[in-house]
């Protein structure tokens, strides 16, 4: 298996991700790949730009579910994809910042990340998890 990753799983009504990484910071970023891929994004590659956003502490679990919330309300609603992501611990939080291209275009919509079975577990790589996304 790769240090990080993600795949799309079998989920009776919902979507689901398993999403792995060898730290929190490359979990995060591969949950938010794998969003991309199940909101089908297509992007404009000549409108780049930048933005940030803040995340309040918390535990892991609601870290990964508040971040993925921001990510998919970005994409939706703003119409931002993130190419790149730069994370930065806070006393407050994370702040996280990266280089974004317009969307033109979403295959699915998606109504929420959810905290359905949702552990971060430490495993021998380092963390995997499972997503549930409510469709």
Known sequence: MFPHGYEEIDHTADLALKVWGEDFHALLKQAARGLYDLLGVTIDPDNVGKHEFTIDAGQEETLLV???SEVLYLAEDEKLFFEDFTIVET??????????????SLA??????????????RTKGGLETILTFDV
């Open 66 to 68: 508040d971040f993925l």
């Open 91 to 104: 006393p407050t939080g994370m702040l996280i910042s990266g280089t974004c291209q317009v969307i033109l």
């Open 108 to 121: 699915r919509e998606i109504k929420a990340v959810t905290f359905h079975d949702l552990s971060v577990k």
